[in-house]
């Protein structure tokens, strides 16, 4: 099933929830309410309809005729826009509204000159009357420029449960919309999407919420350019999708991009969103949430619950148990669906779409968690994918990361095919460039060691492990240890200085590092005589493991490089260990590389 013919019964479900606008119509942020009286004169001061406090507070979300697609020149919405049109006013120093509002007051008088209904003619009445001037002249707030504005009458305006009656939810509104929506209908074209015949949509509605994408919206479907045509024909006609299908595709994908939603996470810079599609609709509710709780989609989630369950449930995997004997609960026969969305000029790109059994996914994403699984683990036991993405990033900033890194990435969990290379090359770039060797960038090398190489990469330190690579991460961390503990205080060690050098040409550095390490050993056999034995075994076993003289090759190749890192790190936090007899072993107060 194509994405879009997902999201055309992704909308049919929520609509008959009421999750979602009828057709027609469509939810937009609105900041003000202008009430007027019978007459079509003003009741009072506008109503502000924003929530939250100080400069942070949000227009509230409410359902208005669908707006207009603006490509170029103005062109007025239905009973509602911004005060650009309805009052001809803006914020913006210099700007003329003139054009705006004279689009707005004219279509107005057209489209309500016949009209009897109250509501519509004290609407007509105000837009007759109404002069830009007049917003200074009454002292409205400035905060109301630019603002998506309603009108109501002031008589009507409460309505039951303290809900707002604005003059657009009046059925003789609907009706008037109904009949304007019905005479812009083109001729009928068998849909591509639902295979139905029906007027075909010349402009598709925008899509909103992508991050990065035009405020305004941008289009998934759309032509603008001869070249993108054929056989003549213009805009939509060039792939034919009903107005109802184009509707009904952008208000499901709008309603699970907004903020809260549950059914959004940002992966980089692909905005990706999920539905589940059942029989049963309690089936999908649950697929959902629990995708959600997983991905870290949910603000409500209580992450060291979810880690303790989700915890489990990888520990049963290790045992080779399928996910449907996990998870009772999870339901069978759910169709699960991840778009990936992208910004691209004044469209919006798909990065990647996973459509398959609900069980097929959970179980992929979980086997990506054990992959990542490392000892000892990192403090937030079960990362997110943005947390580990920044690892990859220039100074940790999510606007550093590479573009099509984290879609790929995504999509590669989901489907169960194996990583972007790009991915290990990334992370040993950073660890090459700030030598921050953490949990988070070891546990993605070693998953892509696992996925794509399908080697067997310990979890803990494995002293039996003979890779040169291993070793040699290994045998990096000893010499650092003995030089930290026989010159304590150090600004910078071995690491901060050579390990880009050593975990990529070891030839070039090895030998010098050996020979600063025997003078490390010598200054702590005088110190600390019991640690210097230790430590010395621990290098001998070491060089046990390999031939010393096939040890320090001349270059190592990023796969091996990546087990560097591992090594390295395994080796590190070991000496940190308790250990049975403190006084004879390598153990210090007990702390965690992280």
């Known amino acids: 099933m194509s994405p879009l013919a997902s999201l055309v019964r992704a909308y049919e479900r929520m609509e008959t929830r009421g999750e979602v606008p009828p057709y027609g119509f469509s939810s937009e942020k609105i900041g003000f309410l202008i009430p007027l009286n019978d007459d079509g004169t003003v009741a009072g001061a506008p109503i502000d309809l924003r929530g939250g406090e100080g400069k942070k507070r949000e227009p509230r979300m409410m ?19 911004k005060t650009a ?3 001809g006013v803006t914020a913006i120093e210099g700007r003329s509204t003139a054009k705006e509002h004279a689009v707005f007051r004219a279509r107005h008088l057209d489209l309500l000159a016949a009209e009897t209904d109250p509501g519509l003619v004290a609407l007509r009445r105000f837009v007759e009357a109404w002069t830009p001037e007049a917003f200074a002249e009454r002292g409205w707030p400035e905060e109301m420029k630019d603002q998506n504005t309603v009108f109501a009458l002031e008589s009507e305006r409460r309505g039951p449960g303290g809900t707002i009656a604005c003059i657009h939810d009046r059925p003789a509104a609907k009706a008037l919309w109904a009949r304007l929506a019905a005479a812009g209908e ?35 479907v759309s032509f603008n350019l001869d070249a993108f045509t054929s056989y003549g024909h213009e805009q939509g006609e060039n792939a034919p999708v009903s107005e109802a299908a184009a509707f009904a595709y952008v208000s499901a994908l709008n309603r699970y991009l907004e903020k809260g939603s549950g059914h959004r996470i940002q992966i980089g810079d692909a905005s990706t969103v999920f539905w589940a599609d059942a029989s049963n609709a309690e089936a999908a509710v649950f697929a959902e949430d629990w995708f959600a709780e997983i991905m870290g989609a949910s603000a ?9 369950k989700v915890g489990a449930v990888l520990e049963k995997i290790r045992q080779g148990l399928p996910i449907t004997d996990l998870t009772p609960d999870l339901p069978e026969g759910v169709r699960f669906f991840v778009l990936g969305l992208a910004p691209n000029a004044a469209r ?22 054990e992959r990542l699984r490392i000892d000892p683990p990192p403090r937030e036991p079960l990362p997110s994918m943005w947390r580990l993405l920044i690892e990859t990033a220039t100074l940790r900033k999510s606007e550093n990361i590479a573009p099509n890194l984290a879609g790929e990435w995504l999509r590669a969990i989901l489907s169960g095919t194996p990583y972007p290379l790009t991915l290990m090359s990334s992370v040993i770039t950073r660890l090459r460039a700030d030598h921050d060797v953490n949990a988070h960038r070891v546990a993605i090398l070693k998953s892509v060691l696992v996925r ?16 040169p690579g291993y070793l040699l991460g290994r045998l990096f961390a000893a010499y650092e240890y003995a030089q930290t503990q026989a010159l304590p205080g150090l600004n910078a060690t071995i690491r901060d200085k050579y390990y880009g050098t050593a975990s990529a040409s070891p030839r070039a550095v090895f030998p010098l ?19 210097a034995t230790s430590l010395d075994r621990r290098i001998g076993e070491i060089f046990e493991l390999a031939d010393a003289t096939k040890l320090f090759v001349p270059t190592l190749p990023a796969a091996h490089q990546a087990l560097f890192a591992i090594g390295y790190y395994h080796q590190k936090n070991d000496f940190f260990r308790p250990r049975p007899k403190p006084e004879e072993t390598l153990s210090v107060p007990e702390e965690t590389q992280q």
Request: glycine share 8%; net charge neutral; with cysteine.
């Open 348 to 369: 919006v790109s798909v990065r990647f779409f996973i459509a398959d059994d609900f069980g097929a996914i959970g179980q992929r994403y979980l086997e990506h968690l």
């Open 63 to 81: 359902r208005v005729p669908q707006p207009v697609k603006r490509t170029s020149g103005p062109s007025a919405n239905t009973l509602w826009d």
């Open 85 to 87: 049109y309805v009052l």
């Open 300 to 308: 409500e989630v209580d992450e060291s619950a979810e880690a303790t």
């Open 452 to 467: 794509n190489l399908e080697w067997e990469v310990p979890v803990s330190l494995d002293p039996t492990n003979r890779d």
């Open 186 to 220: 083109s001729k009928e074209v068998a849909c591509l999407v639902t295979g139905e015949p029906g007027p075909i949509a010349r402009l598709h509605p925008a899509i909103k919420g992508v991050w990065g994408a035009q405020s305004s919206g941008a289009s998934l």
């Open 513 to 531: 590092l050996q020979r600063t390490a025997t003078h490390h050993l010598a200054k702590l056999r005088k110190e600390k005589p019991g640690l």
